[in-house]
């Protein structure tokens, strides 16, 4: 049975926001002439940042695949598949900021990373656990998840910011 893992929601939510509460007020305080571009700029740049954010995982009885947007390949992100029996093993690395990333390392000594910021997360984790044998008792999210909350809920109230700023 194949499994969908998409990005989890407040991560999605958090960088989408914080564009809109960064560019909203561009459109409206540039001058005339740069109105038509910079509305079209707008709308490009909220196009790009909810696609780049698109991005799944599925995990089958036979392999995990992680697959990213058009867009986002064009940016460097590339999609990748992993056959559970080539796992070797989880391999970890501290953070700058005090967290930890993991990649998957294969047979071939190829390294994938873990994707750790899915919804369902727990599920998603006892699917890795159940397919590979191994221990992933270390791995979390990367951040916690009140940072991506905390994010949103601030571009929300700069928004609403800008809105009572423009409208008074």
Known sequence: MIEKFKTLFFVKSSLISLYLSLTIPIPFISSE???IISIITFAVGLFLIINITSDYV?????????KTSFISKMFGKKNWEIFWKDIKFIKSFPTSQ???VHYFITNKDESYLVPQRVENFERFLSIVENQTKLNINEIGYISPLWT?????????????GEIIAFVI
């Not at 089958?60 to 992680?66: R, V």
């Open 148 to 160: 991506y909350k905390l994010l949103t809920y601030l571009s929300v109230l700069m928004i609403i």
């Open 98 to 100: 005090g967290s930890k």
């Open 33 to 35: 002439k740069l109105k």
């Open 58 to 66: 599925n995990t089958c009885d036979k392999k995990i695949s992680y």
